[in-house]
């Protein structure tokens, strides 16, 4: 639900930047480094999330999931924008979600990490 929105969100800023980058020349260079990082984590995200789906690794998954927190936080400030709210609030349900015993006790069953 995140890893796909976020390559999206992040082709978007990557094609945002660079208009932004002839009016206000620092800002269209940070946005264009935030939305290849966005980019990336979406594609990880992906990754983890299919890895904690077949009960592989649960690990992945959070620590993907707090760098999306951080990123997220970090373009609300930069960006002056509420959206990444979302994102926000969805990452932090599947830390939750993650860190339940009854979520633990399904990866060891399968002989996954988790925390």
Same mark, same amino acid.
């Given at each position: 639900m995140?890893? !796909? /929105? !976020?390559?999206?969100?992040?082709?978007?800023?990557?094609?945002?930047?660079?208009?932004?980058?002839?009016f206000?020349?620092s800002? !269209?260079?940070?946005?264009?480094?935030?939305?290849?990082?966005?980019?990336?984590?979406? !594609?990880?995200?992906?990754?983890?999330?299919?890895?904690?789906?077949?009960?592989?690794?649960?690990?992945?998954?959070?620590?993907?999931?707090?760098?999306?927190?951080?990123?997220?936080?970090?373009?609300?400030?930069?960006?002056?924008?509420?959206?990444?709210?979302?994102?926000?609030?969805?990452?932090?349900?599947?830390?939750?979600?993650?860190?339940?015993? /009854?979520?633990?006790?399904?990866?060891?069953?399968?002989?996954?990490?988790?925390?």
């Open positions: 995140v890893g !796909g /929105p !976020g390559i999206l969100a992040g082709l978007i800023e990557l094609v945002a930047g660079g208009p932004i980058g002839t206000i020349g800002l !269209g260079a940070v946005i264009t480094i935030l939305s290849l990082v966005s980019l990336a984590v979406g !594609g990880v995200y992906i990754w983890a999330g299919v890895q904690a789906l077949t009960g592989k690794n649960a690990k992945i998954l959070t620590i993907v999931a707090i760098v999306h927190i951080a990123l997220q936080i970090l373009l609300m400030i930069v960006l002056f924008g509420t959206l990444s709210l979302i994102g926000l609030a969805v990452s932090v349900a599947i830390i939750a979600l993650l860190l339940q015993q /009854p979520s633990k006790d399904w990866f060891r069953a399968n002989g996954a990490p988790t925390f």
